[in-house]
């Protein structure tokens, strides 16, 4: 039976990658890499001739079976496209299946974005929310944003450059105009963290457009006074104009609220916006 190895590599510099990761990468039968051709960088750099295959997002099933069948004999290093294996890459499915499978999974740490931007943001470190990549479509992002509102502890995600601002405004209005840090092309060449608050953010990257890799590190919420009724009826018919369901609006009403699901929804009963039927189910 194989190892599993699962193994950070750099998310920009290549004299990031560790010691011990370039003799795994050296020694295994394998490595199984989320972009092929990234990684041939890292192994043309150190000289490195391990055979290589692809396991990515559209791939991974078709993938998972042959490479549970290498592990039985040799073994195998995992590689996402940067950083650590694992974490809001495919790499998770493959880490499942081989501890299911009764593989040794052995980690080889190394470098990891949100890991590297928070501890230059200037922001709490001590606990944080990792929120992975943010959601594509603006209804389902402002979902997100709004169930994480009362979230006292630092939040990081990742965003693509095209939809940087548009996100950084949905901060403002959701979240409010809190600190944050905005990192970008970490560790490369062209590296920068600029820190402010939101609404500073959005007038800094409207000047500069955005380009590269973003990582963002969004201060938690102020210990709030609590929701009056009227502050609850306000949010519940807020979310339900935007379209969120009525168990949705609840959910997240509560959550930042702090009041009981069964009193929002008491309220969301016999309070519900103009033109919605309490039979709608929604």
């Not at 974005?113 to 709490?124: K, Q, R, Y």
């Not at 943010?134 to 693509?160: C, H, I």
């Not at 970008?184 to 959005?202: D, F, N, Q, S």
Request: net charge neutral; charged share 25%; aromatic share 6%.
């Amino acid at each position: 039976m194989g190892i599993l190895y699962v193994v950070g590599t750099p998310i920009g510099n290549l004299e990031d990658v560790t010691l011990r990761a370039l003799r795994v990468l050296r020694e295994v039968g394998l490595i199984a890499a989320e972009d092929t051709r990234r990684t041939r960088k890292l192994l043309a750099r150190y000289d490195i001739h391990t055979p290589l295959t692809s396991y990515f997002e559209h791939n991974k099933l078709t993938k998972l079976d042959t490479i549970l069948a290498t592990l039985r004999e040799k073994d195998v290093a995992l590689v996402s496209e940067a950083g650590m294996p694992g974490l809001s890459d495919p790499g998770y499915e493959l880490i499942r299946a081989a501890i299911e499978a009764g593989v040794p999974v052995v980690p080889v740490p190394g470098p990891s974005a949100p890991i590297t931007a928070l501890v230059v943001s200037g922001l709490p470190t001590d606990s944080f929310v990792y929120l992975g990549f943010l959601p594509r479509r603006a209804s389902e992002r402002r979902q997100l944003l709004q169930s994480v509102a009362g979230e006292r502890r630092t939040l990081v995600a990742f965003e693509a450059p095209h939809r940087l601002l548009k996100t950084l405004e949905d901060i403002a209005d959701i979240l409010g105009d809190r600190p944050l840090a905005v990192a970008c092309e970490l560790t490369k060449m062209y590296e920068e963290v600029w820190r402010g608050t939101a609404r500073a953010a959005i007038a800094w990257f409207t000047a500069h457009p955005p380009r590269g890799e973003f990582t963002l590190v969004i201060g938690g919420a102020a210990e709030a006074e609590p929701w009056d009724e009227e502050r609850v009826r306000a949010e519940l018919e807020r979310l339900r104009a935007e379209g969120v369901s009525r168990r949705e609006a609840v959910k997240m009403v509560a959550e930042a609220s702090g009041w009981p699901r069964r009193e929002v929804y008491r309220l969301a009963l016999h309070h519900p916006p103009a033109g919605l039927n309490l039979r709608d189910g929604r």
